[in-house]
């Protein structure tokens, strides 16, 4: 019996990229698992303008000082470093706005394509220092993971599904969502963070044995 898993999640969010290769891990030890995967908007920064902002200047408006800037991301790099996932900072020049990615993760979710599509989010911001928020960055990103190009310029061309990302953000937000990666499972429980490989495991298991 499947399990859906809903993820709230942003492709400029680090702890999303590790939350996510933590629980792939998990699934990959576990390649029996119910688990039924979507994923849904949420945006670090709703306001950010479309063009985005030099990444130096909004880190330090964001945390302050170089040597605090530092200090944030140890961890991360640490635990990139655990899981062998590349993670370029001095690559990394820009911040972008995530609303059009957001929206080709939308769109990917409706041809089944949807972990194509944030794996190559991720993999194109932290391992490949690209803009996504960058149209021509977000089309090579589509046709790689199998959706139509000429389509996708179109939509993304277009005002089509802005206003359904940006409700579904503030949705979530409203419902008390106040940072990511978050986990709903089986639409009832909650999970918060980039949750350790055992975890994921144990909560593999666990449903396993609820429907043996």
């Known amino acids: 019996m499947s399990t859906k898993l ?11 990229y ?23 908007p949420y945006m670090l920064n709703p306001t950010m303008p479309p063009e985005g902002m030099d990444r130096r200047e909004y880190l330090q408006a964001k945390f302050g000082p170089p040597d605090e800037v530092v200090r944030v991301h140890v961890p991360i790099v640490e635990a990139c ?25 939308h769109w990917a979710g409706l041809e089944g394509r949807q972990s194509a599509v944030v ?3 991720f993999r194109a911001n932290f391992a490949e220092g690209r803009d996504i928020g960058d ?12 959706l139509d190009r000429d389509m996708t310029a179109r939509l993304l061309d277009s005002e089509a599904d802005v206003s359904e990302i ?13 940072g990511v990666p978050g986990f709903i ?17 144990d909560i593999i298991d666990q449903l396993a044995a609820a429907s043996a």
């Open 81 to 105: 470093e655990e899981l062998g996932l590349p993670f370029e900072l001095e690559k990394m020049h820009y911040q972008p706005s995530t609303l059009n990615a957001h929206r080709l993760i």
């Open 18 to 40: 590790i939350g996510k290769a933590r629980l792939d891990r998990a699934m990959e030890q576990r390649p029996d698992h119910p688990l039924v995967i979507e994923w849904h």
């Open 135 to 146: 149209r021509d960055t977000l089309l090579d990103i589509a046709e790689k993971a199998g």
């Open 166 to 178: 940006r409700a579904r953000d503030a949705e979530i937000r409203e419902r008390g969502l106040r």
């Open 119 to 121: 794996n190559g989010l």
């Open 185 to 201: 499972l089986g639409r009832q429980y909650v999970i918060n963070g980039a949750q350790p490989v055992e975890t994921w495991l």
């Open 6 to 16: 809903d993820i709230f999640s942003d492709p400029v969010c680090p702890w999303c």
